[in-house]
């Protein structure tokens, strides 16, 4: 850029001429100037002998850019064997990958934007593997190397803040827990107060041993929920749990009935009426990878009929934020007293013989129907 910016660009890329006038000349020894002052005095030997800018440039291209098999070959491994360390900054492992990657596109070597992404992706570590599956799960010509690099920055940032508000609240508990045994090192007075739980005196709700006892067991049935939430998912041999491919654009927030389904599955939060978090649960996708489930509930669907407007509980529905639309899983549907079946462009939801939601399907290669509310 130096050279560009003093004018002196050409006498580098083209050849001395046979009778080069004053002008030339001078942007020649000017350059040679620009270059001897630019680089380390460890490189000088590389030039000492050269008698034009051009010569200087080559001998310095042939030492730093060589092109031949060997180099472009340990590049390319330096490339493809980048990751993020655990104490690197997000910043500069994205910056250390594309130095090598310039390197290799100075030397004849293109890597396309698209592999350039997904090499930033295939480098993070274990505890990354929820973003890169929620990127995979976008469509190619969104997945820009722009866009990925601003959704890492982004999650770095968010993982940082989180780690220093829990170091912050560990400290402030911490100094808390001093302060207090400091203040109550003489004698500790006894709780005379009522407890608002159990009415016995003596203690507080927080230290009530029944009421520890009832929120366990609550914990414990929550968790058995989550469990059989997911339990024919465990036991099929195949292991299928959503088909989300469809030859046609799926609706965000739209409901499609999924035969291949093994449990109801949502991305919509505000659908549950009853909600309990869990930890989290692999639920796989049709091509193989899996998504992160963060909690099951209970919610109701709304299906306009011809003359009115039915409710139906839908029970045990996965939370699955990165899933690309709503699904009923038949198995589930049947196993909770409805009747599905499928007759010429319309799928019907019935119990006990009386007609619940009649709804026009959308035929795919997947056997999944989408149900309009």
Request: glycine share 4%.
């Given at each position: 850029?130096?050279?560009?910016?003093?004018?002196?660009?050409?006498?580098?890329?083209?050849?001395?001429?046979?009778e080069?006038?004053?002008?030339?000349?001078?942007?020649?020894e000017?350059?040679?100037?620009?270059?001897?002052?630019?680089?380390?005095?460890?490189?000088?030997?590389?030039?000492?002998?050269?008698g034009?800018?051009?010569?200087?440039?080559?001998?310095?291209?042939?030492?730093?850019?060589?092109?031949?098999?060997?180099?472009?070959?340990?590049?390319?491994?330096?490339?493809?064997?980048?990751?993020?360390?655990?104490?690197?900054?997000?910043?500069?492992?994205?910056?250390?990958?594309?130095?090598?990657?310039?390197?290799?596109?100075?030397?004849?070597?293109?890597?396309?934007?698209?592999?350039?992404?997904?090499?930033?992706?295939?480098?993070?570590?274990d505890?990354?593997?929820?973003?890169?599956?929620?990127?995979?799960?976008?469509?190619?010509?969104?997945l820009?190397?722009?866009?990925?690099?601003?959704?890492?920055?982004?999650?770095?940032?968010?993982?940082?803040?989180?780690?220093?508000?829990?170091?912050?609240?560990l400290?402030?508990?911490?100094?808390?827990?001093?302060?207090?045994?400091?203040?109550?090192?003489?004698?500790?007075?006894?709780?005379?107060?009522?407890?608002?739980?159990?009415?016995?005196?003596?203690?507080?709700?927080?230290?009530?041993?029944?009421w520890?006892?009832?929120?366990?067991?609550?914990?414990?049935?929550?968790?058995?929920?989550?469990?059989?939430?997911?339990?024919?998912?465990?036991?099929?041999?195949?292991?299928?749990?959503?088909?989300?491919?469809?030859?046609?654009?799926?609706?965000?927030?739209?409901?499609?009935?999924?035969?291949?389904?093994t449990?109801?599955?949502?991305?919509?939060?505000n659908?549950?009426?009853?909600?309990s978090e869990?930890?989290?649960?692999?639920?796989?996708?049709?091509?193989?990878?899996?998504?992160?489930?963060?909690?099951?509930?209970?919610?109701?669907?709304?299906?306009?009929?011809?003359?009115?407007?039915?409710?139906?509980?839908?029970?045990?529905?996965?939370?699955?934020?990165?899933?690309?639309?709503?699904?009923?899983?038949?198995?589930?549907?049947?196993?909770?007293?409805?009747?599905?079946?499928?007759?010429?462009?319309?799928?019907?939801?019935?119990?006990?013989?009386?007609?619940?939601?009649r709804?026009?399907?959308i035929?795919?290669?997947?056997?999944?129907?989408?149900?309009?509310?």
């Amino acid at each position: 850029m130096l050279l560009i910016r003093e004018g002196t660009w050409t006498t580098v890329q083209e050849d001395r001429p046979d009778e080069p006038d004053d002008d030339w000349v001078k942007k020649d020894e000017k350059a040679q100037s620009t270059i001897s002052l630019s680089i380390e005095d460890s490189q000088i030997v590389h030039i000492c002998k050269c008698g034009s800018a051009k010569e200087m440039w080559d001998e310095l291209q042939k030492v730093h850019e060589r092109a031949n098999l060997s180099n472009k070959l340990y590049l390319m491994r330096r490339l493809y064997q980048a990751k993020l360390k655990p104490d690197q900054d997000m910043q500069n492992y994205i910056r250390s990958t594309l130095e090598i990657v310039e390197r290799l596109r100075g030397i004849g070597e293109e890597i396309p934007d698209f592999h350039i992404a997904a090499l930033l992706l295939s480098g993070l570590p274990d505890n990354y593997e929820t973003l890169v599956t929620a990127l995979d799960a976008r469509p190619d010509d969104e997945l820009t190397l722009e866009y990925v690099k601003g959704k890492l920055i982004d999650e770095y940032r968010r993982r940082s803040d989180s780690s220093t508000t829990e170091s912050d609240k560990l400290e402030s508990a911490l100094k808390t827990k001093f302060k207090g045994k400091a203040a109550g090192a003489g004698s500790t007075p006894r709780e005379t107060r009522e407890c608002f739980f159990c009415k016995k005196p003596g203690h507080l709700k927080n230290d009530c041993r029944a009421w520890k006892a009832k929120m366990s067991k609550l914990e414990k049935a929550s968790s058995q929920k989550a469990k059989s939430a997911v339990s024919d998912a465990e036991s099929c041999p195949e292991s299928s749990v959503a088909f989300t491919i469809n030859v046609d654009t799926l609706s965000s927030n739209g409901w499609y009935i999924d035969s291949g389904a093994t449990s109801h599955m949502t991305n919509d939060r505000n659908f549950f009426t009853e909600f309990s978090e869990t930890k989290p649960v692999k639920v796989t996708v049709a091509n193989g990878q899996y998504m992160m489930s963060e909690g099951v509930g209970d919610g109701y669907l709304h299906c306009q009929t011809s003359d009115d407007v039915k409710r139906i509980l839908v029970k045990d529905v996965l939370y699955v934020p990165a899933l690309e639309t709503n699904l009923l899983s038949v198995k589930r549907l049947t196993k909770q007293g409805n009747v599905v079946t499928f007759e010429g462009n319309n799928c019907i939801i019935s119990t006990d013989r009386m007609l619940r939601v009649r709804s026009p399907m959308i035929h795919t290669s997947l056997s999944v129907r989408r149900l309009t509310l």
